[in-house]
């Protein structure tokens, strides 16, 4: 099985629309998929719900916020996404980070995210799976709007930062009319779609390698 959590100390980074993205995209790809939302708002659970009611490859929703997901992930799952609360720590996700493969870290373009992000990262390093490199970590760059000073000055800084970039994601009401019809990009297939979809295949393409990688 392969597993990836999506956290921030920072709320309103994204977090639930890159689960939901992801998620989505190994459903269509064939994988038998589960989603556990550990936020009590319970955003990419409704997601999940809508998602049923249509056409598209499926992705169990499960509730995560009580501690137990453990027990509601299907033997056969093959991937496995987190979704995580926010002002969530290291410590708060000690249960998760033991068991994913790769943690990935969005962080928006503003002086707020990055100071936030860099803190939570900060005291991620001390882990044991940091140290030993079991758990690896790659930071998405999201809602970029390129012509502004703001998110170039934000690609500068991350890209200096010690924790790889892995994907520079474009600011796009799609993600919003998506999420409401609980489907995502890789669920159509015409010129336009590709366009905002390409963005993420550097962060699959590590996403997948990430999953082939010896556990220690």
């Given amino acids: 099985m392969h597993s990836v959590l999506v956290a921030s100390s920072k709320g309103g980074c994204g977090k639930s629309t890159i689960a939901t993205q992801l998620a989505a995209w190994a459903a269509v790809q064939g994988r038998r998929t589960a989603l556990v939302d550990l936020d009590p708002q319970g955003s990419s ?16 929703g499960l509730h995560g916020e009580d501690g137990r997901w453990q ?55 001390s882990h044991r799976r940091m140290a030993d490199g079991s758990l690896q970590v790659g930071l998405i760059a999201n809602r970029l709007r390129l012509s502004t000073q703001a998110s170039q000055r934000a690609l500068a800084q991350l890209v200096e930062w010690p924790w790889p970039l892995r994907a520079e994601l474009r ?9 409401a019809l609980g489907k995502s990009l890789f669920d159509y297939d015409n010129e336009a779609v590709r366009a905002q979809a390409e963005p993420w295949q550097p962060l699959l393409r590590w996403l997948t390698r990430s999953g082939r990688r010896p556990r220690s």
């Avoid at 979704?83 to 996700?93: I, N």
């Avoid at 870290?105 to 707020?112: D, K, M, N």
């Fill in 171 to 179: 600011d796009s009401q799609s993600y919003v009319l998506l999420a």
């Fill in 71 to 125: 027990k509601r992930v299907p033997e056969d799952t093959e991937w496995l996404v987190f979704d995580a609360p926010a002002g969530s720590q290291p410590a708060t996700l000690k249960a998760v980070i033991e068991r994913v493969d790769a943690l990935l870290v969005p962080v928006l373009p503003s002086a707020f995210d990055l100071e936030a992000t860099a803190g939570f990262l900060d005291a991620l390093s």
């Fill in 45 to 60: 659970l409704h997601w999940c719900e809508r998602r049923a009611q249509t056409d598209a490859p499926a992705v169990l």
